[in-house]
Structure formats: C-alpha cells, structure tokens
C-alpha cells in the first residue's frame, strides 16, 4: 500500500483480538523500526520495556485503568526516559559512536562538547522532557511501520506512571514511563475501526510560503 492508504487504514485500536499473534517476523521489524528512529545527535536517551508476560500485564492493565488493550494486544511496548541525564549516558554514547564508526573517542570530542553544552545545560526537568520528546519521535516511526506492515497499535498515555515505574522496576534504573503502544490485529468487535478519520484539511493544517 501507498504509505497514504496504510495510515488511513491504522487508528487507534481500542480492542485487540487476543487470540492472534505477531509473528516474530512482525515483531522484530518493528522493534528494529523503534532502534532506527531518528533521535537528536542519535542519543536514545530513553529504553523500551517489551511486555510480554500475562501476568505482569494483568498488573500494568490495573495500572492502566483497567483498558483493554494491555491484555488483549500481541505485544505491549512500554517507552520510558532517562530520568536525569549526564555526562556518564552522553560519554556512554560518545564511546559507542566510536567503536561503531571506527574512529577514536578523541576524534569526537568537540561533538561530545556540543551535546555536553546543549543538553545538561538544562535543569534535570528540562532533560527529562527532552528525553520523553525523543521517545515521542520514535513512537511515531513505531506507529508508522505498524500500519506498513497491517499491523494494528495504539499510542496510550493514560496510565499511572508511578505505578508502571513500581511494575517494571524502572526507578531504580533512572528511567520513568512516559507512553506506551499496544500492538496486535483489531477485534472486529470495535466499533472504532470503521469509523471515518477525522483531520484538518491540508489547507488548514498546512501554512504554504513560495
């Protein structure tokens, strides 16, 4: 399918047909699409949790106000950011960007200056929210494979956080939750998949300057 018609085909799936799976085809290349998401300097500076236990899903389902989708979805990927990063998580990088592209840590170090500069000159709030953006960004490129490959999923937000932080052990970590997608093949009972999507027109959406 034209990109286009995939993402008219995708929305926010309410409910999952739990009896049908990802195969692990499905599923590694949309935890690949996750990794190869464009991130600022390429930093990661978030961790993807994939949940795939019924019964710590039942737990994160209570935590998620009883929704559906944590328990009837194939699969349920939990986004969650650094919760104050450093010079340790930008040095970590900076050693792994010159492993990968076979040049010394050195070679790289006006670069390191530059996130150094950029980044901790934030207050640890301020980094954290960067960081939930960068998640953000790879959700989108999530979503978007999704639909590619006909797979269903939905963008969720509303969840304790604290309480999947407590679930997954993610505090201790220096990582909080910040959003997560349920991924599998809709229900044919949701009475959302047929619904007409609504947006803005293009014209309205979209300022034209030439």
Same mark, same amino acid.
């Given at each position: 399918?034209?990109?286009?018609?995939?993402?008219?085909?995708?929305?926010?799936?309410?409910?999952?047909?739990?009896?049908?799976?990802?195969?692990?085809?499905q599923l590694e290349m949309l935890l690949d699409a996750v990794n190869l998401?464009?991130?600022?300097?390429?930093?990661?500076?978030?961790?993807?949790?994939?949940?795939?236990d019924p019964a710590l899903r039942a737990k994160l389902k209570e935590a998620?106000?009883?929704?559906?989708?944590?328990?009837?979805?194939?699969?349920?990927?939990?986004?969650?950011?650094?919760?104050?990063? #450093?010079?340790?998580?930008?040095?970590?990088?900076?050693? +792994?960007?010159?492993?990968?592209?076979?040049?010394?840590?050195?070679?790289?170090?006006?670069? +390191?200056?530059?996130?150094?500069?950029?980044?901790? #000159?934030?207050?640890?709030?301020?980094?954290?929210?960067?960081?939930?953006?960068?998640?953000?960004?790879?959700?989108?490129?999530?979503? #978007? #494979?999704?639909a590619v490959a006909g797979v269903d999923a939905c963008p969720m937000e509303?969840?304790?956080?604290?309480?999947?932080?407590?679930?997954?052990?993610?505090?201790?970590?220096?990582?909080?939750?910040?959003?997560?997608?349920?991924?599998?093949? +809709?229900?044919?009972?949701?009475?959302?998949?047929?619904?007409?999507?609504?947006?803005?027109?293009?014209?309205?959406?979209?300022?034209?300057?030439?």
């Amino acid at each position: 399918m034209d990109i286009r018609e995939s993402l008219q085909w995708r929305y926010a799936t309410k409910r999952f047909n739990a009896d049908k799976k990802l195969s692990s085809e499905q599923l590694e290349m949309l935890l690949d699409a996750v990794n190869l998401a464009p991130t600022s300097y390429g930093l990661q500076p978030f961790e993807v949790v994939l949940v795939e236990d019924p019964a710590l899903r039942a737990k994160l389902k209570e935590a998620a106000y009883g929704q559906p989708q944590l328990t009837e979805a194939s699969h349920i990927l939990v986004f969650a950011a650094n919760k104050d990063l #450093s010079e340790e998580h930008i040095d970590a990088y900076v050693e +792994r960007t010159a492993d990968q592209r076979g040049v010394s840590v050195d070679d790289l170090k006006d670069f +390191r200056a530059a996130m150094v500069g950029a980044i901790l #000159s934030n207050d640890a709030e301020g980094r954290f929210q960067w960081a939930a953006r960068q998640a953000y960004i790879s959700l989108g490129v999530l979503l #978007s #494979s999704a639909a590619v490959a006909g797979v269903d999923a939905c963008p969720m937000e509303g969840f304790d956080k604290a309480g999947f932080d407590e679930i997954l052990g993610l505090s201790e970590r220096g990582l909080s939750s910040v959003m997560m997608a349920a991924l599998g093949f +809709r229900s044919p009972e949701d009475k959302y998949a047929g619904l007409p999507k609504v947006r803005k027109s293009k014209d309205e959406l979209i300022e034209r300057r030439s």
